[in-house]
């Protein structure tokens, strides 16, 4: 995850970083199955709704967000971009400010803590 921070054309300072999905397989740290059996195998009815626990349940991203996107935080502000723009960490100060400009703004959400 490389993370680039740059100033923009007014001065203030704004850092950028890919964010990826876990559970998607280009996110996917995980390359090997971990359930070996061991003993006895279990011998009912399989129960697992998907072959592989792995992979995100569709509809619990924001479409369009399933490959990744880039994170802009300016201050208060921050945007995502997506698709990720191919070699936007070796791009210009100035490509990355218009690419902030082309991101769309994201509502922080409050924690709602127990």
Known sequence: MPLRTFEDSQGASCSVWNVTPFGT???ERRTTERRVATGAV???PERRVSRDRRVRTPGLMTPGLESGWLCFESGSEKRRLSPIPPGWD???DEELESLFHNARTVTRRAIALP
């Open 25 to 27: 397989r280009q996110g």
């Open 42 to 44: 279990y011998a009912g």
């Open 90 to 92: 070796q791009a210009p």
